[in-house]
């Protein structure tokens, strides 16, 4: 009597831990929202992935504006200059990057 008892109490341990994991489901940790320098980060890329350079560097010295230490907005101003033969700008950006902490 005492085994078949503690047979059932395992049985009903055992449907609790699997309704609490269905319950919990797959969760994800919540994507974190882009910041408004992160945005303009990723409008330059898709000027910049179009040929649209100009509107590139606007995006992402935008971009800086918002977040001075943004080493990633640097950096691509940086390969978009060197995109239109600018090289000491790039050099200027790369360098700002790295001083940042970037590293590809």
Do not use: W
């Not at 945005?39 to 977040?67: F, Q, T, V």
């Amino acid at each position: 009597m005492l085994a078949r008892m503690r047979h059932t109490a395992v049985l009903l341990l055992g449907l609790v831990l699997l309704a609490l994991a269905l319950a919990c489901g797959n969760t994800q940790p919540p994507t974190p929202t882009p910041s408004p320098a992160d945005e303009h980060i990723e409008r330059g890329d898709d000027h910049s992935r179009k040929g649209h350079y100009k509107e590139a560097i606007e995006s992402y010295n935008e971009a800086i504006r918002l977040d001075p230490q943004n080493a990633k907005a640097y950096n691509n101003r940086g390969l978009t200059y060197q995109s239109l033969g600018k090289v000491e700008e790039a050099e200027r950006d790369f360098q700002k990057a790295k001083e940042l902490g970037y590293n590809p």
